[in-house]
């Protein structure tokens, strides 16, 4: 880990215990169904997990969700500047000339990397995807459901198990063997989420009109009255038509659906642009949170980045739309999808920023694919804005607050003091977690980066040379190692 990622590790945002109580006039005042727990009021990422590499030393034994060969149009690549572990890829070096290197959710330091972006932003929750654990998959999700649970406590997040069941065909009696022989084990976290008092679970795919969630109501409500007697709080990702019972949705799952503590409905292939997200507010996520009302059920809708492959992303535009729109709407949590899911272009975790840092001789986009340039942790960025306009901590608003790439600080004063001592004052920049102060003793630098600051406005440059003059710059840090442009530089004089 970096000096700038570590310095920046304590940062954090402060809940509020009202978490959906407007006090803001642009939003309907929405009763509570349950009292703000650890997703009620909070953000929740949906976490895949479930990538492994060559040579990592994994169970699984090579490429896992990564290409096993090279895929020039694979939807997204990851900034690997801010990992300690990576492994050379199948594809060749990157445009910039560097090593194609991949991370592995095996080594814990991918997953406490990427935790503490989580606790950065001010990302409440993991929701840890959790498919048949019966196929040759087991084994390295039990190892990884491990390491996630200690990266959640060591950084201050919770986690709770998802299970997505598409295609498991013998899941209305394994998933219960996996909770009492398995999974259970973890509510004994203190980092292990819990709603009412109760360890959450999550099923995914109960009641999907398509072969690969071929279950019937019945099975599904056994399952989900199981859970419930073992005394958890059940959340249902189901599809977005599950009201209706119609398109995406199988008809006669009403009385499933109610049966749940929360609600989540998908709406990936919903949601391309604008329009259409405001087309899904309508639609759907207004009747949605009044029918969850009405039975007493907790409403956790989708937010969506953008398919980067797809060219949906607008340079965050789309993403803030969906936070706009679940927050007016009155939702009682909200679930980002996803947070790393690289093979669906759709995460939000550090990605690639410019041609130069994809694999040479492909067509995988960068951030900057529409032409505006995005810092590689922007999408955190806007994750961590957005969770503060769905806590209340900022105002409702409709236009993206969040930069794409920082600004730096805009003004810079020196102070000569005594014992050799200059101390430097900086100005702030709104989504800064950090800043690094250059410095050099010729005009123009090159400059040497001499501390990383995570609070105050100033810094004490000690240990100097009385009578040399030094220059001085500042800059605005990333979470991903990267930084701002250079502030104006300024100069003064050491004295005795």
């Excluded at 679930?335 to 920023?353: H, K, L, R, V």
Aim: aromatic content about 12%; charged content about 15%.
């Amino acid at each position: 880990m970096s000096l700038l990622a570590a310095s920046c590790a304590k940062t954090s945002f402060t809940d509020q215990a009202a978490a959906n109580s407007s006090n803001n006039t642009a939003k309907t005042a929405v009763a509570l169904v349950s009292p703000p727990g650890d997703v009620v009021g909070k953000v929740a990422v949906g976490y895949q997990g479930w990538f492994a590499a060559q040579g990592d030393g994994s169970p699984w034994g090579g490429w896992w969700h990564w290409p096993g060969s090279v895929d020039p149009n694979y939807p997204a690549w990851p900034d690997m500047r801010q990992y300690t572990a990576g492994y050379q890829s199948v594809y060749s070096a990157l445009n910039n000339g560097q090593a194609s290197r991949l991370f592995s959710d095996w080594d814990q330091s991918t997953i406490n990397t990427q935790f503490l972006w989580m606790q950065q932003n001010g990302l409440d929750c993991a929701a840890l995807q959790r498919f048949n654990p019966n196929s040759p998959e087991g084994p390295i999700r039990d190892g990884i459901t491990t390491k996630v649970r200690a990266a959640a406590e060591s950084f201050g997040r919770k986690y709770y198990i998802m299970y997505d069941v598409s295609g498991w065909t013998n899941m209305q009696s394994e998933i219960k063997t996996d909770w009492t022989s398995k999974m259970s084990a973890n509510t004994s976290s203190s980092a292990y989420a819990r709603q009412n008092g109760k360890p959450v679970v999550c099923i995914w795919g109960f009641g999907f009109n398509d072969p690969n969630h071929n279950f019937t109501a019945a099975a599904c409500q056994d399952v989900i009255n199981f859970f419930k007697g073992q005394g958890c709080y059940v959340i249902g990702g189901v599809p977005r038509e599950w009201r209706t019972g119609v398109g995406g949705s199988r008809s006669g799952f009403l009385s499933v659906y109610h049966s749940l503590n929360m609600i989540s409905p998908w709406l990936i292939g919903a949601i391309g642009n604008v329009t259409d997200a405001d087309n899904v507010y309508n639609q759907f996520m207004v009747p949605d949170e009044s029918d969850c009302q009405a039975n007493g059920i907790d409403y956790q809708p989708c937010v969506l980045p953008g398919d980067l492959s797809g060219h949906q992303r607008v340079h965050g535009d789309l993403f803030w739309r969906n936070f706009y729109n679940t927050t007016r709407a009155g939702a009682q949590g909200l679930y980002i999808s996803m947070f790393d899911e690289y093979g669906e272009g759709n995460q939000i975790a550090a990605t690639a920023e410019t041609h130069a840092g994809v694999p040479s001789g492909t067509n995988i986009p960068a951030l900057d694919e529409d032409g505006t340039a995005c810092s590689a942790d922007y999408y955190l960025r806007v994750s961590g804005d957005g969770a503060k306009m769905f806590r209340q901590q900022i105002g409702l608003t409709s236009t993206r607050p969040t930069p794409p790439v920082l600004a730096g600080p805009v003004s810079l004063t020196p102070q000569a003091m005594s014992g050799a001592i200059i101390r430097v004052y900086y100005s702030a920049v709104t989504g800064a977690p950090c800043y690094n102060l250059k410095r050099s003793t010729t005009s123009g630098g090159p400059y040497t980066t001499v501390a990383t600051i995570t609070g105050g406005g100033f810094f004490d440059n000690s240990g100097l040379t009385p009578g040399t003059r030094y220059y001085y710059v500042v800059t605005a840090g990333h979470i991903n190692g990267g930084e701002s442009g250079l502030s104006p530089q300024v100069s003064a004089v050491a004295t005795p």
